[in-house]
């Protein structure tokens, strides 16, 4: 074989080399905003991220120079709402050392969405999209920087869905736009769009309490009361926790809306066996008053008042919360001893 021909065996070997490196990484990148987009559509339960994280932590010990280990920890830790300050500050530390390290911003900018810094946030976002034209995290994030219901805002967040059809969340987004529009312009294919596209996100990530609110919400404003107590119980059976004590409350007030006192009495007894803190009880006395049941709402003060509750926070908060209470000499006589 002359050395022109092996020449050129050489060469077709590193380009298919070169090529397969290539595809490899691609698949590598794929992966690994697969893993985000599970966080940010919340496909992955709570259990399973738990777990990864005691293992990524293993590895770290073993390996802390791993940045692509650090970065999964840290995706994990934005996800179960842990530790934000030190996350931030180590994803700003690495991104310090390399601005144009994708994961790193992606994960920045969940966090101040997650925070509501929006301005921020759109700052990031629009950093992503320049670091990975293609990455369809970077163009859900530019859809979020628009609050409003414009049809650029739909169109970054098709184009997300372009790059990665199984990403569900712009599915989400999409329709509570097209729900902005229904409000506005009252029409049935604005209604019907924006309903198809927040169920859809609902039935592929049934965990996500983002969603089902959504849901809830746009129950609201039609009022379908009906549809909504669907929708909070089913977030109620789902929700973590941390997040039952606030549909506890909102389904409490579906059922005042449909004169179901006792459920809604039942729901509220629950927030404030719950929610020790004061809040709860606060939530129940409000409630009672607001009912007519004074007796009752006097009642839950007193004990509040007897377990160190402030008056002045009642007082705070009174001609919103308790109208026409300063026409009620026993409650007025309660609070100003």
């Known amino acids: 074989m002359n050395t022109s021909k092996i020449s050129s065996i050489v060469i077709l070997f590193f380009v298919l080399f070169a090529c397969t490196k290539k595809n490899d990484l691609q698949e590598e990148n794929m992966l690994n905003e697969k893993l985000v987009i599970s966080v940010i559509d919340k496909t992955i339960s709570e259990e399973e991220v738990k777990f990864s994280l005691v293992n990524v932590n293993k590895l770290i010990n073993l390996n802390n120079s791993d940045i692509s280990l650090v970065l999964e920890k840290n995706l994990y830790k934005v996800y179960l709402e842990e530790d934000f300050n030190a996350v931030e500050q180590e994803l700003k530390e690495i991104i310090h050392r390399d601005s144009m390290n994708l994961y790193a911003n992606i994960m920045l900018a969940m966090m101040k969405y997650d925070s509501f810094e929006f301005e921020e946030a759109a700052l990031i976002a629009n950093r992503i999209n320049k670091i990975d034209p ?149 939530h129940l006395a409000v409630f009672y008053y607001r009912n007519k049941k004074y007796d009752l709402a006097l009642n839950v003060m007193k004990k ?30 309660l609070l100003e001893e």
């Not at 049934?206 to 009906?226: A, I, K, M, R, V």
């Not at 209470?325 to 007025?332: G, L, T, V, W």
């Open 134 to 282: 293609r990455s369809a995290i970077g163009y859900y994030f530019l859809g979020l920087s628009s609050t409003s219901a414009d049809s650029n805002s739909i169109k970054l967040f098709e184009r997300a869905i372009e790059y990665q059809p199984d990403f569900i969340s712009p599915y989400f987004q999409i329709g509570m736009r097209q729900f902005l529009t229904y409000k506005s312009d009252e029409s049935y294919k604005s209604y019907e769009k924006a309903y198809k596209n927040i169920k859809y996100a609902i039935e592929k990530s049934p965990h996500n309490p983002h969603y089902g609110f959504g849901l809830w919400w746009f129950y609201e404003y039609t009022q379908d009361y009906c549809g909504q107590l669907v929708a909070v119980t089913d977030l109620l059976n789902k929700a973590i926790p941390k997040d039952s004590v606030k549909y506890l409350i909102y389904r409490s007030q579906i059922y005042e809306k449909v004169n179901k006192f006792r459920e809604a009495e039942s729901d509220m007894l629950d927030f404030a066996r719950i929610d020790t803190g004061g809040s709860g009880n606060y």
């Open 304 to 333: 509040m008042i007897e377990e160190g509750y402030d008056r002045k926070d009642f007082l705070k908060n009174i001609d919103i919360d308790f109208p026409d209470i300063k026409n009620k000499r026993e409650f007025m006589e």
